[in-house]
């Protein structure tokens, strides 16, 4: 996965492990038209001009201006748009400039309304570079989830450790490491805990796992790697590790803020899952 925010803030190093503070498929229905905006709409804006960085639309009721790196990231964002507003049928479109997503069926749309999309910035990490960007083009749902459950990827812990200026250690089962006052960090029954005289100790499981100056990245597969709840209610599965889902982080739609995945509201998302099927085409821009 590569969309999410971090678990919440760490509140302190005085204690063993830091506090995380956050951070079937339905079949299609009859579609109704939905809240947010106005329930039909048509993408029907073009491009105006094409410059080395910036791409200018005509919308009413005034000029919409966007930004881009480079004369090849504006050509690829208007290749992908014309793409979209050329399909037809049942899809969802995906604005990464606006940060809004479109239902839509034909030349109605059925559903409009903000999303939270990926930051764009980068994460340097021992000779390793972790880009959070939403990659353009078209997707399609590969499947549909009800009460997710996150496994954060490495990134988590490493962004959580740079915040706070620690270092970053890996626990391996099967192979105990040994802390600074010899007690031993190990993997048992999927817990990770500690061996202290002989007795082992499980460590909460949503707690970051902070010793000294290190924060430990618990072995995949661990109730210690599984986060309830970041993920919201529902997610859409678009390959490789891209998701449409709920958020906790409500303040955030409308945002730059993910590291790759596109958040929406516990209604948005729920009308997702309620109304695309396994199979959707995905356009995003």
């Not at 390793?128 to 496994?151: A, C, D, H, L």
Request: charged share 25%; with cysteine.
């Amino acid at each position: 996965m590569r969309s999410h925010q971090s678990f919440r803030s760490l509140a302190s190093f005085a204690t063993l492990s830091i506090v995380l503070t956050a951070p079937g498929c339905a079949r299609a229905q009859t579609l109704e038209p939905v809240r947010h905006d106005v329930a039909r709409v048509r993408m029907a804006t073009r491009v105006d001009t094409v410059r080395d960085t910036v791409i200018v639309l005509p919308s009413r009721p005034r000029k919409v201006t966007y930004t881009f790196k480079s004369r090849a990231d504006s050509l690829s964002w208007a290749r992908t748009r014309a793409l979209a507003e050329k399909s037809t049928g049942f899809r969802l479109v995906v604005s990464l400039q606006d940060a809004r997503l479109w239902a839509m069926i034909g030349e109605d749309t059925v559903l409009n309304t903000s999303v939270a999309v990926a930051k764009g910035t980068t994460l340097e990490y021992a000779g390793r570079s972790y880009r959070f960007e939403t990659p353009r083009g078209m997707r399609r749902v590969q499947k549909k989830e009800s009460n997710p459950i996150w496994q954060p990827p490495d990134w988590l812990y490493v962004e959580t450790a740079q915040e706070h200026g620690l270092k970053v250690g890996r626990i391996v089962p099967g192979k105990p490491r040994k802390l600074a006052d010899g007690r031993l960090i190990t993997v048992r029954d999927s817990v990770v805990g500690l061996l202290d005289a002989g007795e082992f100790l499980p460590m909460p499981t949503d707690e970051h796992i902070v010793f000294g100056d290190t924060l430990f990245i618990p072995p995949m597969g661990t109730r210690n790697r599984r986060v309830e709840g970041e993920l919201g209610r529902f997610r859409l599965d678009l390959g490789e590790g891209y998701l449409l889902h709920g958020t906790p982080y409500k303040e955030s739609i409308g945002m730059a803020a993910t590291h790759g995945c596109v958040r929406l509201r516990d209604e948005d998302i729920e009308w997702l899952y309620d109304h695309v099927p396994v199979q959707t085409r995905v356009y995003i821009y």
